[in-house]
């Protein structure tokens, strides 16, 4: 009773109009909030980067917001349906930017696999492309092998003539390189003197230029090192498909995974069209977890040398790291798990000679034989 008086005399006093205005003004500013929030977490904005890269004509234009370190780490405690749907819109973006020109980098490894399997949740006829660099675990190659439409590329040189030609890859790509670089640079130069020093040719110090004091030793080393092996394996066929194809790459990166992909990844966001080589990575905001809850609840079918205990499943004979791995390392696992594989890389290609001048030991600790030290 008290009620209905209560609405007759407010829909007779006009209130009803203040009242609706009120509320309309709430739920506008309710949407306004969840807009910028989307637009927080989106990196870049396709159309009008491609406006305005066609006004400018300028393809080193930078995309219209950066991201920062702070939505990064909101990013990551996403929960992995509002992950999935985020990177969904990132392979809608980049598929829809390129007009579906583009493809799936794929490696066999747990991120591609996942990467893989979300594009063609959306576009199943997106082709991947894997690099044969002669180097894969068997059962990589096996789930390649299994997986429709992938294109395989074959690199020019295969890991021998690679270590024979320029060198073994040891330690990191960066200090490989340093080493390479003072070994071949002429006495007296900038270069000698930026990688032994950390001196520029102005004079200033740049610290992580030169090689560090633990790892001068390898200038001295019997044996050849460079950083050419990822070029030729994995760069070289993988760039030249891309500019016969046109077609632009997703990769499955994790910018969680090393300060230089977090950096490209702040710079320019999962869709980096500014890039001499454009590419996407929509699941760079995803962790480890991420990728395995996927794998997980969508049942995909992934590379099973993950439960003989490796971390990693990329080129068997690497030796990028393998000094930082805690219990076995990877050659111990393979002397356990691919004998025949360990036996060839650590004799036939000489890997034994490299590992025991870094100190890293290939024999699982109980078989390693005495070496009286
Ligand atoms: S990951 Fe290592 S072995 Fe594989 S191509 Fe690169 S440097 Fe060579």
Redesign the pocket.
């Known amino acids: 009773m008290l009620l209905k008086l209560f609405l007759n005399n407010f829909l007779q006093t006009k209130h009803l109009t203040l009242f609706f205005v009120f509320f309309y003004s709430l739920f506008c500013a309710w949407l306004r909030g969840i807009a910028d929030r989307v637009e927080g977490l989106s990196d870049t904005k396709p159309v009008q980067y491609k406006e305005n890269i066609a006004i400018m004509g300028n393809q080193e234009q930078q995309p219209a917001s950066k991201l920062t370190p702070e939505s990064l780490k909101q990013m990551r405690f996403l929960d992995i349906d509002a992950k999935i749907e985020l990177s969904k819109s990132k392979i809608k973006e980049w598929y829809d930017y390129w007009d579906g020109e583009v493809y799936v980098c794929f490696s066999g490894g747990k991120d591609s696999t996942v990467l893989l399997h979300l594009v063609r949740s959306l576009y199943p006829d997106v082709s991947a492309a894997f690099t044969d660099?002669g180097?894969e675990y068997p059962e990589i190659r096996n789930l390649v092998e299994n997986t429709d439409n992938v294109i395989w590329l074959k690199p020019k040189l295969n890991?021998r003539e690679?270590i024979e030609k320029y060198g073994y890859?040891v330690v990191s790509?960066r200090i490989?390189g340093y080493v390479y670089d003072v070994r071949h640079a002429r006495r007296n130069s900038n270069t000698r003197r930026l990688r032994l020093e950390g001196l520029r040719k102005d004079g200033s110090f740049s610290p992580l230029s030169k090689i560090s004091n633990k790892w001068r030793r390898l200038i001295g080393a019997p044996f050849k090192i460079s950083?050419k092996?990822?070029?030729?394996?994995?760069m070289a066929p993988t760039l030249e498909f891309e500019k016969k194809t046109k077609l632009k790459p997703f990769l499955g990166i994790i910018a969680f995974e090393g300060k230089n992909r977090e950096a490209m990844y702040f710079e320019h966001g999962c869709n980096a069209f500014d890039l001499t080589r454009p590419r996407s990575t929509p699941l760079a905001f995803w962790s480890d977890t991420d990728i395995w809850e996927y794998i997980r609840h969508f049942n995909v079918p992934y590379c099973p040398v993950y439960d003989m205990g490796y971390q990693r499943t990329?080129?068997?004979?690497?030796?990028?790291g393998v000094h930082l791995e805690k219990g076995d390392n990877r050659f111990q696992l393979m002397k356990k798990t691919h004998p025949k594989l360990h036996k060839y890389c650590i004799e036939n290609l000489g890997l034994g000679k490299v590992l025991d001048f870094i100190r890293v030991p290939y024999e699982p600790a109980c078989e390693k034989p005495e070496k009286g030290e």
């Open positions: 660099t180097l890991f690679v890859p790509k490989s950083n092996c990822c070029h030729y394996l994995k990329g080129c068997t004979f690497c030796m990028y």
